[in-house]
C-alpha cells in the first residue's frame, strides 16, 4: 500500500508542469476563427476545455465524491448550466474581469474539492461539508466566467456574435464529455482495486497540492505578468 500511495503521488506530481500551462489564449486559435466559420468555434471550445486542467482537475474531484454514472450526469449537468449562464451571459454582455484573479478563484475550487474529499471540513472545521449540488453549480458559473473571460480574449468580431458564443460554449461541452469519459472510467475501474484508498488518498492530496500551486501562479501572474 505505501508503495503504490509512493507511485501514484510521483506520477501526480510529474504533471504538476503541464498544469501552469492550462488553457491560454494563442495566436493560432486566433487564426482559427479569423479562417474559420462557427464549427471553428466549437473546435476551439472543445481544445480549450480539454486542455483545462483546472477545470478538469475540479470535475475529477467532484467524480470521485460520486457513485453511478446517474449520479455523475446529474452533477456534471448542474455544472454545465451554472458555466454556460456565465459563459453565454457574461460574454454577451461584456463583462469582463481580470483572466488572472478569475483564474485564482477557479484554482481555489480544485483546492476545495481536495480539502472536501479527504474529510477536511470534518477533520480540521468540525462541520460538515456544504451541500455538494450547490456548491458545483456556484463552482460552475465561477468557471463559466472564467471561459468567458478566455473567449473574450479572442477578437470575435460582430457578426453572428451571439452565435460564435454559443458554438464555443457547445465545444466546451463536448470538450468537457471527452476529457471525463476516461476520467469516470478510470476512477470506477480502479474503486475495485487494492490500492484505491491509496490511490483516492494521495489523488485528492494532490488537488489540494494543485490547487495551491495554480492559485499562486495566478496571483504571481496578476502582480508581475505582462
Same mark, same amino acid.
Given at each position: 500500500?505505501?508503495?503504490?500511495?509512493?507511485?501514484?503521488?510521483?506520477?501526480?506530481? @510529474?504533471?504538476?508542469?503541464?498544469?501552469? @500551462?492550462?488553457?491560454?489564449?494563442?495566436?493560432?486559435?486566433?487564426?482559427?476563427?479569423?479562417?474559420?466559420?462557427?464549427?471553428?468555434?466549437?473546435?476551439?471550445?472543445?481544445?480549450?476545455?480539454?486542455?483545462?486542467?483546472?477545470?478538469? $482537475?475540479?470535475?475529477?474531484?467532484?467524480?470521485?465524491?460520486?457513485?453511478?454514472?446517474?449520479?455523475?450526469?446529474?452533477?456534471?449537468?448542474?455544472?454545465?448550466?451554472?458555466?454556460?449562464?456565465?459563459? &453565454?451571459?457574461?460574454?454577451?454582455?461584456?463583462?469582463?474581469?481580470?483572466?488572472? $484573479?478569475?483564474?485564482?478563484?477557479?484554482?481555489?475550487?480544485?483546492?476545495?474539492?481536495?480539502?472536501?474529499?479527504?474529510?477536511?471540513?470534518?477533520?480540521?472545521?468540525?462541520?460538515?461539508?456544504?451541500? $455538494?449540488?450547490?456548491?458545483?453549480?456556484?463552482?460552475?458559473?465561477?468557471?463559466?466566467?472564467?471561459?468567458?473571460?478566455?473567449?473574450?480574449?479572442?477578437?470575435?468580431?460582430?457578426?453572428?456574435?451571439?452565435?460564435?458564443?454559443?458554438?464555443?460554449?457547445?465545444?466546451?461541452?463536448?470538450?468537457?464529455?471527452?476529457? @471525463?469519459?476516461?476520467?469516470?472510467?478510470?476512477?470506477? &475501474?480502479?474503486?475495485?482495486?487494492?490500492?484505491?484508498?491509496?490511490?483516492?488518498?494521495?489523488?485528492?492530496?494532490?488537488?489540494?497540492?494543485?490547487?495551491?500551486?495554480?492559485?499562486?501562479?495566478? &496571483?504571481?501572474?496578476?502582480?508581475?505578468?505582462?
Amino acid at each position: 500500500m505505501p508503495n503504490t500511495k509512493k507511485y501514484v503521488l510521483s506520477g501526480l506530481f @510529474l504533471l504538476f508542469p503541464l498544469l501552469l @500551462l492550462a488553457h491560454g489564449v494563442s495566436p493560432s486559435d486566433q487564426e482559427i476563427l479569423d479562417k474559420g466559420g462557427l464549427l471553428s468555434y466549437i473546435y476551439v471550445g472543445a481544445k480549450h476545455m480539454i486542455t483545462g486542467y483546472d477545470h478538469l $482537475l475540479f470535475l475529477a474531484g467532484v467524480v470521485f465524491y460520486l457513485n453511478g454514472l446517474k449520479d455523475v450526469v446529474r452533477f456534471i449537468t448542474i455544472f454545465t448550466i451554472g458555466h454556460s449562464i456565465t459563459l &453565454i451571459g457574461a460574454t454577451y454582455l461584456g463583462v469582463k474581469a481580470n483572466e488572472h $484573479l478569475i483564474d485564482a478563484v477557479i484554482a481555489l475550487s480544485v483546492l476545495y474539492k481536495g480539502f472536501e474529499n479527504l474529510g477536511g471540513f470534518e477533520k480540521y472545521m468540525k462541520t460538515k461539508s456544504p451541500n $455538494l449540488l450547490l456548491m458545483v453549480f456556484i463552482f460552475g458559473l465561477i468557471h463559466g466566467f472564467g471561459l468567458s473571460t478566455r473567449l473574450q480574449s479572442f477578437d470575435v468580431g460582430t457578426t453572428q456574435f451571439f452565435s460564435k458564443i454559443v458554438c464555443f460554449n457547445i465545444g466546451v461541452e463536448l470538450g468537457q464529455v471527452m476529457a @471525463l469519459i476516461p476520467i469516470f472510467f478510470l476512477i470506477t &475501474i480502479w474503486k475495485s482495486k487494492k490500492s484505491y484508498s491509496a490511490f483516492y488518498k494521495a489523488t485528492n492530496f494532490y488537488l489540494v497540492i494543485a490547487g495551491i500551486g495554480l492559485f499562486l501562479y495566478q &496571483i504571481y501572474g496578476y502582480f508581475y505578468g505582462n
